[in-house]
């Protein structure tokens, strides 16, 4: 199989993250599974969705084309696709399908379905969501020759195609369902997973049965799972403790996890990442005066992210200080060029200075909003109110509301807030992913401050096609400045992943992406 170069060069990009000693043990068949969900998806549509919360309901039922290895992350394997080449050019791919898959309603899937998926994505029709249109925007037409090849053709080189087939968000659809209702996937779930879809109880859990017939011989071992939503911390720790679920797989805060440790002692494990997620602090352009640059600036400037780093680091996931990359990763800007760039000084009260001077410039020196966010408690609610006290140090007065999932994605894809806290949720660290976010709105609808802006777009366009690594940083650097001076939307802080898991919980693989590695296939209990 041919890889990209930009493949090879991301396999270096992968931070440590602590893993327990291999347990060489046979895998036992059985048992129901059940988990933690801190939030429930607003739909079941992977398409449309940029919260965990849909890919920990729904990952469990669904294939993708390709997936990521989490043993040798950032590999690239395969998961539908039995093998693939790339032509020379990079203009071509083409993937060679297993031909023992099966939908769960038992029709075949072919290489009509995975047309009718990356059609969706890339061009979704009239009333159909695709976070992901920007990012599969470079696909020019997709042949499928036979039942079991596909064939992608390609408009212009992208530099990490491969990375972007093997996206967890690409949950592949029915065809023939795709034909009856374009948007089937929100309301109804039917996919070739290791598991079959049995119930949904809204307020209480999301339930799965094993598919007897899954194309991976052998998988998956269980008999079942149960995704149980507890949106309160609290709740959740108490049933983690009396074994009543027995795992959290987006992550616990530094005291929640000492909690555990000191109750449960060696009958909880528990592995930590740096976390491919950030916190960002999104200005609704077409809401005055948030349309005015000098008071986006100004919001920015305020924000101390170094010592709320320091501070919020002890208390919640929230941990590095970094531009539009994850910190450490080879395409992000070194701490000593990110303290120039606005909002990342590390002089507090002069950056403080320069914003109420522009406040004051703008004409709203007593500026008052509400600051929209979630109210998850982990890291929304900290990030929340420690903007909330920055901001009050330059004289502005900040309402701080939080809503829950469903009406927070719902207000925040309607353009219904002021100022809010968004997320930037990756899946690995690869700069389009990281870029598209900031991508001008009628090309990402993903990019929620609805701001426009062709120089963004054409810098952006620029690293995609870019293969020598120093030229395509040297690009990344100057979006980040353009974005930082314009601040539509801005880093907070990235996170810091803290997974709990039962000792009898195994096969389950940690990574720095909670998006990754939760279709369940290998999962088994040792009891």
Not at 383 to 397: A, F, H, P
Request: proline share 6%.
């Amino acid at each position: 199989m041919k890889r990209t170069a930009l493949a090879l060069i991301s396999a270096a990009a992968m931070l440590a993250f602590a893993a327990p000693a291999a347990e060489a043990q046979t895998p036992k068949r059985g048992g129901t599974f059940t988990f933690a969900i801190s939030a429930e998806t607003p739909n079941y549509d992977c398409h449309g969705s940029d919260t965990y919360a849909t890919l920990h309901f729904s990952a469990p039922f669904y294939s993708t084309l390709l997936k990521f290895n989490l043993d040798k992350y950032p590999e690239v394997t395969g998961d539908l696709a039995e093998s693939w080449t790339v032509a020379p050019g990079l203009l071509t791919y083409t993937f060679k399908l297993h031909r023992n898959v099966a939908f769960h309603d038992g029709s075949p899937l072919t290489s009509a379905d995975v047309k009718a998926t990356y059609d969706r994505l890339r061009d979704p029709p009239a009333g159909v969501v695709s976070t992901r249109k920007a990012t599969f925007a470079d696909i020019d037409r997709i042949e499928t020759p036979d039942p079991y090849t596909v064939v992608f053709k390609m408009k212009a080189v992208n530099a990490a195609m491969l990375e972007h087939f093997a996206s967890p968000w690409n949950c592949i659809y029915s065809a023939k369902r795709l034909a009856e209702d374009a948007n089937f996937p929100k309301t109804n779930v039917m996919g070739t997973g290791p598991f079959i879809f049995t119930e949904h109880v809204k307020g209480s859990h999301v339930a799965g049965k094993r598919n007897d017939k899954y194309f991976r011989q052998g998988l998956p071992y269980l008999d079942g799972f149960k995704g149980v939503f507890m949106l309160q911390a609290a709740a959740m720790l108490n049933a983690f403790q009396g074994g009543q679920v027995l795992a959290e797989f987006r992550s616990v805060s530094p005291a929640e996890r000492d909690r555990l440790v000191q109750a449960m002692g060696d009958k909880v494990r528990i592995e930590e990442s740096s976390w491919t997620l950030n916190l960002l602090v999104v200005f609704n352009v077409e809401k005055k005066p948030f349309d005015d640059v000098r008071v986006r600036r100004a919001l920015n400037l305020a924000i101390d992210r170094w010592g709320g780093s320091q501070g919020l680091s002890r208390t919640s996931t929230l941990r590095s200080v970094g531009g539009v990359i994850r910190p450490g990763s080879p395409y992000a800007t070194p701490e000593a060029e990110l303290v120039k760039l606005p909002g990342f000084g590390k002089d507090i009260n002069a950056a403080r200075a320069e914003a109420r001077r522009l406040l004051r410039e703008a004409g709203v020196p007593n500026l008052s909003f509400t600051l929209h966010n979630r109210n998850l408690a982990q890291p929304y609610t900290p990030g929340g109110i420690y903007l909330v006290d920055q901001w009050r140090q330059i004289g502005v007065t900040a309402e701080h509301k939080q809503f829950e999932t469903s009406p927070y994605l719902a207000a925040m894809s309607s353009g219904n807030f002021e100022v809010a806290i968004d997320f930037s949720n990756l899946f690995m660290d690869e700069p389009s992913l990281g870029l598209a976010k900031y991508v001008s709105f009628d090309k990402a609808p993903q990019n929620l401050s609805h701001a426009i802006d062709r120089e963004l777009d054409s810098l952006f366009d620029k690293q995609v096609r870019e293969l020598d690594m120093k030229k395509r940083i040297d690009l990344i650097k100057a979006f980040e400045k353009r974005l930082f001076d314009q601040a539509y939307q801005v880093p907070l802080l990235w996170w810091h992943r803290i997974v709990p898991t039962n000792k009898v919980v195994m096969g389950w693989k940690m990574s720095p992406s909670h998006n990754l590695g939760q279709d369940l296939a290998e999962v088994w209990l040792n009891q």
